[in-house]
DNA sequence: CATGAATGAGACTTCATTCAT
DNA sequence: TATGAATGAAGTCTCATTCAT
């Protein structure tokens, strides 16, 4: 039992195909990828005692990694952040990197939560392009560093075996939605000219990046912002001259 | 014995071909700024002797910046690059942090000056929109590596007094976009519904996050993508319903 | 609130059974030496509550001392081994290092216990260096990770005044093996031609390795071990060629 | 090229069943065990452009080694032993680990050149035996501080993969005394009640614990040492009683 | 121009130890 | 007696930078 705490029961997103909605479900079987690549003698323990704790020192580490960038925050300034000294963040964490997997690895198991949700509904393409950017506003609403955190950092992470799971998320992501929108284009709902990787990228990238700017409490809820978003993004913003 | 240049006044952003008049250009603030900073007594001396090997240094270090991140990249991953030894660098440069303002001052002031060609033509605003567009992709097809580093890593370079034209750009890039945006509105031919601060960012952000994925020489010509990704934002991707 | 125990003052070496006088038992002046280290105003209590648990724990710090060594060992493994978390040790010990030197002393004490009971028995050298060998080996079978600890560890402690009487200790053991070689020269029952002290090491070293290899409970008594060692010792291991 | 050394040209010694007597060859080829266990993208260049320094630089790191323990020297010790500062160490070696590993597989490897020099000519047991010893105790005399360290630190370094070669060096050490042992007995030479195993340990510990002990340059040549141990060992320390 | 060797600051991390509960 | 959470010192290592050659 030794050391209590450590973040081994997070879990990595790859497993996500949830059937039910089970939303906020904290992460209950370790991602494969760890399994694979830790044949260390499993030094530390399993279950985390105070998760509260836990909890609140990684959003303190993820607005300060959202903030600054994950290389430009030593680990002094997340510990100053939470009123206590550098080292002593290594009797809830194993290393900076691992507050960062866990974040991330959080992040993206709610956000396929959310996801499995609008795609188990089976809706049409138009509706559920619209579900699903109005779930992604709903994410960066409730996990603005760590979507901000995915977006700067995710590009070198996936060299790395300990974040695969970034990758599994990634092309199960652009898989969704490629499919969202060749259905579209096939039920005649979407354009029949577009090239759907441009398209999809377009998305992708118009969707995310308000990551970088949004505030939460700013006077636009995130299903307003979803709303405006989608009019551009279906509709375009010239005046439809007939 | 002394280093015979030093960035420090040479390629400095002033000194660019510039076409147009360009107000303002931001790059004309860095100068004044560094002599600020330094106030060593005159270590440095004047022209690099040989400018092509500054400039594919700087090339070097900017496809590093972009691939790693800033802070991620050691001056050493840029010797290795480059075929030299990291202390030979210190024979080129003043240090790392004045590479990186090179490549992103040498960015800027070509990127204003095809805005500025652009803005005199004083087209409409939806020709001014699609110029600037076009204009970006141009930009995105010659400085990949510098608009990746921009997107990534203008965020915390702001603080730094050295970096101050950093907001001086952003600040001017804004106010001709909503400017056009605003023209465009009034004269009918963008939609009136529109939020002009979100449509701003939608554009914006529509077109320069394509820099993280796009690869110059990889089938689509810049002025393809942009006549695309005009296509989206002017009319949607949805098919019109009357 | 206060402690209650600590050893530093109870299971001192000093206040074991000795059986016999032992003029210089190095143990003695263990308590002293500490004395003068420790200028702390005498913050802890006498006894432990329960020195059964005391000895358990000492028992185990001693097996993974031997284990891994004395530096490589944190009080988080011994706490590990022991089934409690590493702060819960302070109750029973002051320090990681009064672990050690408590596991030393006994041990020392111990030896010289015995060593001292074959001493008075005043037997011919021949014999006392049999008697001193397998007792030895006694004690190794007892106090094998003891032995080991102070194999490997005693060089760098010895220059710490807290550990005056492993000095102590050595010196004493020098000086009854060299008397007792020299008398078996004296008394023609040793070889003439022998260097004494590189027949001390010899014996010295030929016995007190072997808790390197020993496993308590492994085929061979300590007394065959011995009676083996000492042939070879006495007799050499080549074919008596006259 | 980039950073100019590294130790990655040690060898291990267990590829040393040379042919050749080849006394100090320098170590040519990797041991086995790094190629499998790094698939680090080789950041590291291969070869030393001054081994001198290298050379002096283990050499002070072996004394340190020894004298305090691996784990109780600092790289601070290390280099302040060598006059500089700590941090300059890195642009010689990896790491503290790989300057013990560099040590250990150097001294193994002219270990072995030397016992197979030995082995090759066939000479018989008995003088086997005293030409392994005579070479043992020259090692001893050339990488005192290596044979200290290798006795004090083997037992916890074969844990670990990269020093593999240590169990493989130790496999064949034992292998060719206990041989050597098996045919004096079978040859008559050495007494036949012997428990070879014992007897083998007992020949071991008592060569190289001499390491502990020796000092170069005092009084006795390794071959004078060797001869009196022999002496010891082949026919004992008691007088002939027939 | 470039190298080789070093500096020095600062990063991440470990660990013995403390203490309120 | 033991736990949970923290401290603070120290350790290994990295890296931008310097400078004599």
Redesign the pocket.
């Known amino acids: 039992?030794s050391k209590?705490?450590q973040n081994s029961t997070s879990t990595g997103p790859t497993t996500s195909t949830q059937k039910a909605p089970a939303k906020k479900s904290p992460a209950k079987q370790a991602p494969a990828t760890k399994a694979a690549v830790k044949q260390a003698p499993a030094k530390k323990a399993a279950v985390?005692?105070?998760p509260e704790?836990r909890g609140e020192?990684l959003a303190i580490a993820a607005d300060v990694f959202a903030e600054q960038g994950y290389?430009a925050?030593?680990?002094?300034?997340i510990?100053d952040a939470?009123?206590?000294?550098?080292?002593?963040?290594?009797?809830?964490?194993?290393?900076?990197?691992?507050m960062l997997e866990e974040i991330l690895s959080t992040f993206l198991t709610e956000l396929w939560d959310g996801y499995d949700t609008v795609l188990q509904s089976r809706l049409g393409p138009r509706e559920t392009l619209e579900a699903l950017v109005t779930e992604s506003f709903r994410e960066i609403d409730r996990h603005r560093s760590a979507v901000a955190i995915y977006q700067k950092e995710s590009r070198h992470l996936v060299a790395q075996a300990r974040f695969q799971y970034l990758t599994d998320s990634q092309q199960r992501f652009e898989k969704t939605w490629l499919t969202t929108l060749e259905r579209g284009v096939a039920e005649h709902v979407f354009r029949e000219d577009l090239d759907i990787r441009l398209a999809y990228r377009f998305v992708r990238d118009t969707v995310w990046v308000a990551a970088s700017w949004y505030r939460p409490g700013g006077g636009h809820s995130p299903e307003e912002i979803a709303r405006q978003y989608l009019s551009m993004v279906l509709d375009g913003i010239a005046v439809r001259t007939t």
Chains 1, 2, 3, 4 share one sequence.
Request: charged share 20%.
């Open positions: 039992m209590p705490n985390s005692p105070s704790r020192l290389n925050t030593t680990v002094r300034k510990a939470a009123g206590m000294l550098a080292g002593s963040l290594y009797y809830h964490f194993d290393s900076k990197e691992s």
